[in-house]
T-cell receptor
Framework: DSGVTQTPKHLITATGQRVTLRCSPRSGDLSVYWYQQSLDQGLQFLIHYYNGEERAKGNILERFSAQQFPDLHSELNLSSLELGDSALYFC?????????????FGNGTRLTVT | DQQVKQNSPSLSVQEGRISILNCDYTNSMFDYFLWYKKYPAEGPTFLISISSIKDKNEDGRFTVFLNKSAKHLSLHIVPSQPGDSAVYFCAASASRGSQGNLIFGKGTKLSVKP
């Protein structure tokens, strides 16, 4: 158990809809990262928050947004969903701001857009 | 543009033998490298890391080798065990500049046969 909690585990929704994925980092971790894993793809970095502030953006679509709350949990909002958004979405946390320490991943949310 | 490449999608090894997983990278700014292991329905789990100031790091049965001139790293598992069967991801980051986030390869699926 990594200590990172993601909810829900599975989500099935229709095209055009909006969903919110939730992540609770490990206790004491200030950094939260979101990654997307599509079929046959590696983990694609989406966005990084540190202590409530956005630190870096990767390949995140404009239809997607995220935030980190004062209690350090994070939400990833996906809107105007398309079939191609179907993927595994992972949240990861770490104590530090940058990558000189390993990330700890949750078990992911599997999003299916029909 | 794939900055971290794992050119072998799969690898099959006999129990007790050595498993060698390879990874190439293109960005010379990368200075921190990690290997993650992923079982089905779980998030990636950190395995071992290496800083660019080293060329080898060992942890039990796992050893990571880094060849900076070739921009190549490898993970050796000796001896391989059936429980090692999983997808292995190579990841890299640059501690300087804005690219402080992990870039992952697409993974290599290791099967260790009894």
């Amino acid at each position: 158990d990594s200590g990172v909690t993601q909810t829900p585990k599975h989500l099935i929704t229709a095209t055009g809809q909006r969903v919110t994925l939730r992540c609770s980092p490990r206790s004491g971790d200030l950094s939260v990262y979101w990654y997307q894993q599509s079929l046959d793809q590696g983990l694609q970095f989406l966005i990084h928050y540190y202590n409530g502030e956005e630190r870096a953006k990767g390949n995140i679509l404009e239809r997607f947004s995220a935030q980190q709350f004062p209690d350090l949990h994070s939400e990833l909002n996906l809107s105007s969903l398309e079939l191609g958004d179907s993927a595994l979405y992972f949240c990861a946390s770490s104590r530090q701001e940058f990558h000189n320490s390993p990330l700890h991943f949750g078990n992911g949310t599997r999003l299916t857009v029909t | 543009d794939q900055q971290v490449k794992q050119n072998s999608p799969s690898l099959s090894v006999q129990e007790g033998r050595i498993s060698i997983l390879n990874c190439d990278y293109t960005n010379s700014m990368f200075d921190y490298f990690l290997w993650y292991k992923k079982y089905p329905a779980e998030g990636p789990t950190f395995l071992i890391s290496i800083s660019s100031i080293k060329d080898k790091n060992e942890d039990g049965r796992f050893t990571v080798f880094l060849n900076k001139s070739a921009k190549h790293l490898s993970l050796h598992i000796v001896p391989s065990q059936p429980g090692d069967s999983a997808v292995y991801f190579c990841a890299a980051s640059a501690s300087r500049g804005s690219q402080g986030n992990l870039i992952f390869g697409k993974g290599t699926k290791l099967s260790v046969k009894p």
